[in-house]
């Protein structure tokens, strides 16, 4: 006992490990174990449903009532983040459903972006999904353009798109910043049906005020489970469900705990929350 408390010693006065973090290390190995759990566990995997998303749900009949107005559809990432962004990640994976519902209804899909890189890959994701829809020779590069990197810049040329185009359906879904309003007003002018999304709180209040459907935070990240139905995707939605019960559970029990050692008068009753 006397020689592990040594061992002990000598691992924190030597620096190779950093006591402080000792909670953080917890927490992650908690966090690892839950993900594994939830994407390996078979059963785990068929149980689990994500609820149903008003906002995604009408995706496809945004993209039917563009169809069937002959008009085109607008998709946009927003001009606050990169391809780095879990946003606009997320964004990619619900323009991939979107692509290869347009292709099937052989409606246009066009895509301004403020971003080269972003460009690149959008076109890479829609050709590769009119390609999976049967229908590649709809595919039109010239759709999906790069506009400016100026953030007015970029509002101004997107709101001329939807000027001259008046697109029946509108996709604003990715990192949004003061660019979001406008663009919103400018499609519910032309009585365009709307489906935005962003994890900016602030950029939040002008979508849901503006557009017919808002994904909300983490909606946004969960699109593409809820979508593509994919395992994997749905497992790490429901990790992140589970680390949230465990997070509430565990902060429920401080405030009790503190509360029943403040009353008893015992010193010290909080040092396991740190």
């Not at 993900?35 to 068929?46: A, F």
């Not at 066009?110 to 590769?128: G, N, R």
Request: glycine share 6%; proline share 2%; charged share 15%.
């Amino acid at each position: 006992m006397y020689s592990n408390i040594v061992i002990v010693d000598a691992i924190v006065n030597t620096g190779w490990f950093d006591i402080t973090t000792l909670s953080t290390l917890i927490v992650s190995i908690i966090s690892i174990a839950i993900v594994l759990y939830t994407t390996y566990h078979r059963k785990s995997r068929d149980k689990f449903k994500i609820r149903e998303i008003a906002g995604l749900k009408a995706v496809e009949n945004a993209i039917g009532r563009a169809t069937e107005m002959a008009r085109p559809v607008l998709y946009t990432p927003g001009w606050g983040g990169d391809i780095q962004r879990s946003t606009t990640i997320a964004s990619m994976n619900i323009l991939s459903y979107v692509a290869e519902q347009t292709a099937a209804y052989g409606c246009q899909l066009v895509y301004p972006t403020h971003d080269p890189v972003i460009m690149t890959v959008a076109q890479e994701v829609i050709k590769e999904s009119y390609t999976h829809s049967g229908y590649p020779d709809r595919f039109r590069a010239e759709d999906v353009t790069y506009v400016s990197s100026s953030q007015f810049g970029y509002a101004a040329a997107v709101d001329g798109m939807i000027t001259r185009l008046k697109p029946a359906s509108i996709f604003l879904l990715g990192t949004f910043e003061a660019e979001s309003l406008i663009l919103a007003e400018t499609g519910n002018s032309i009585n365009a049906i709307q489906i935005a999304g962003t994890d900016s709180t602030i950029q939040l209040a002008f979508f849901i005020v503006a557009c017919d459907y808002t994904l909300i935070g983490e909606e946004l990240f969960a699109a593409s489970g809820y979508l593509s139905g994919d395992k994997s995707i749905l497992a790490s939605v429901r990790a992140q469900d589970i680390m949230k019960v465990l997070i509430a559970v565990f902060l429920l029990s401080a405030v009790i705990w503190e509360t029943v050692a403040t009353i008893s008068g015992i010193s010290g009753g909080s040092w396991w929350m740190f």
